[in-house]
């Protein structure tokens, strides 16, 4: 049998408001990855948006509905597998992106998940 890391999520409700809301729409709408902007696979910035921004979406369109840590994280292992094949800083620039995410809904800790998918 395969470890699935969220079954170390220690669930927990989220007090979601209009305020976080906006924030990840602010976070939706802005320019990601800049740093990857003169990479030498041009790609890899799109890759990484693309999955940020779905991510995003979801969060947004759903958190409401399902205002807890548990399903926040369930949402980032599905991006997290999406990105797997990406190179190290790729995968630490996603990483950073789900902690501000994590900021934005309060959530101060992972339980192992991002150190289990990108090894911090």
């Known amino acids: ?7 170390e999520v220690e669930d927990a409700a989220l ?4 305020s976080q809301i906006y924030l990840l729409t602010e976070m939706l709408q802005s320019e990601k990855y800049i740093e990857f902007a003169d990479s030498y696979d041009v790609n890899e910035r799109e890759r990484l948006t693309v ?3 779905d991510l995003l979406s979801v969060l947004i ?3 409401r509905l399902n205002p807890t840590k548990l399903f926040v994280l369930s949402e980032f292992k599905y991006a997290l597998e999406k990105i797997e094949n990406e ?12 902690g501000k995410i994590m900021g934005i809904l309060n959530i101060e800790s ?11």
């Open 1 to 7: 049998m395969t470890f699935d890391p969220l079954s």
């Open 15 to 18: 007090s979601i408001d209009d």
């Open 51 to 53: 999955v940020t921004n």
């Open 61 to 63: 369109e759903k958190i």
């Open 87 to 98: 190179d190290t800083e790729a995968c630490e620039s996603f990483g950073e992106e789900l």
């Open 110 to 120: 992972s339980d192992g998940l991002l150190a289990f998918y990108l090894g911090f």
